[in-house]
């Protein structure tokens, strides 16, 4: 397929991609437990989640366009028709009027569904809400699940005219688009990635999840520096032409980081230390203080009982 050549620069949200997998897990829940009603009586079938035909959900994506800059923030669903191939109208125009009254400055920008690649059928679905935005962007989740793939399984298409055996014909093009997030968004990824499992799960399991999570993290981190270093070593050597914006932009990064080999840091970091192990060891004489003390008073009251039995004693402490 081809790439895009219109110059957009596309941002995507996690919220989006949120909203396209719970949309389509939920659909396709619903559909297995369908099956399962539907064939309560006949007890020789057997299928599961997995087995059953995956299927295709739809909604709008929205957003905003700076300039040549297209920003995707949130996705509504909407309501397909299989046997017409269409989308139901008068549903989508009311939630573009509720979602205009929460968010006056977002507008339609395209639409999303799930799949592996763009199908031809998909082109009816675009054209139809060309007369909302005339250049409207397609964004495709795979759902299918690659544990050798490492990027996200989202594509992001345009519609461009070209002429195909003489006639002019739109056909979908991949755009490039990067990962924007908020504060709040990157909040609320982090703690659906941190949510209990259904089952329970061990504490054991969690940490090493959790662990698992960090290491891979730090994994692509280092992978990424690497890759940076390399590019500016051949960039120094001459191999490769100077790129300003890119230097511009390592400048920045690298002006972002704290200077930890300064004499300040490390007198402010022995004294932080030397404060943390203060506190730590004056909790634990407290904690111990508080542990004697139950004891001796426990030893009081034994002493006080054995003393009424035996005569008049003085009390233990």
Known sequence: MASSSSGLTFKLHPLVIVNVSDHYTRVKSQAYHSQLIAGANAPTSS???????SPRVFGCVIGTQTGRTVEIFNSFELLYDPQTDSLDRAFLLKKEELYKKVFPNFYILGWYSTGSDAHETDMQIHKALMDINESPVYVLLNPTIHHAQKDLPVSIYESELHVIDGIPQLIFVRATYTIETVEAERISVDHVAHIKPSDGGSAATQLAAHLTGIHSAIKMLNSRIRVLNQYLVAMQKGDIPFDNSLLRQVSSLLRRLPAIESGKF????????NDTLLITYLAMITNCSSTVYEVVDKLNVAYDRHSRRGGARSAFI
Request: hydrophobic fraction near 25%; avoid cysteine.
């Open 266 to 273: 490390q007198d402010d970091f022995l004294m932080e230390y």
């Open 47 to 53: 299928s599961s989640p997995s087995s059953l035909e």
